[in-house]
């Protein structure tokens, strides 16, 4: 069975700090870009982060740039998406996506629809 499983997530304070994985299971991720989408309430899921299949290319949205680093170890076929100096606004659904390749230009390579694999998700809580 394919599957990615984020893990990581929970209740943190402001200015605090959280590090998100993505393992896989059934599959090499070591193939396939991957992707951070989050979901906050009531809002359409974003992208927020991705990473080529080596790791040597990595592209931000501006929200989150300078606060969050992705990175992946194709050893432990798992992804990882390390969060500083959360805020509130950072408080939603984080969900790791595995796709085809990826693409140098940041609102190319977090299209939805170009990932083919997802994980169910990890609640982010930022507040005090």
């Known amino acids: 069975q394919l599957q990615l499983v984020e893990s990581g997530g929970g209740l943190v304070q402001p200015g605090g700090s959280l590090r998100l994985s993505c393992a896989a299971s059934?599959?090499?991720?070591?193939?396939?870009?991957i992707g951070w989408f989050r979901q906050a309430p009531g809002k359409e899921r974003e992208g927020i982060s991705c990473?080529?299949?080596?790791?040597?290319?990595?592209r931000y949205a501006d929200s989150v740039k300078g606060r969050f680093t992705i990175s992946r170890d194709n050893a432990k076929n798992t992804v990882y998406l390390q969060m500083n100096s959360l805020k509130p606004e950072d408080t939603a659904v984080y969900y790791c996506?595995?796709?085809?390749?990826?693409?140098?230009?940041?609102?190319?390579?977090?299209?939805?629809?170009?990932?083919?694999?997802w994980g169910q998700g990890t609640q982010v809580t930022v507040s005090s």
């Open positions: 990473i080529s299949s080596s790791g040597a290319n990595t």
């Open positions: 059934g599959f090499t991720l070591d193939d396939y870009a």
């Open positions: 996506a595995a796709g085809g390749r990826f693409h140098p230009l940041f609102r190319l390579c977090v299209v939805q629809r170009e990932y083919d694999y």
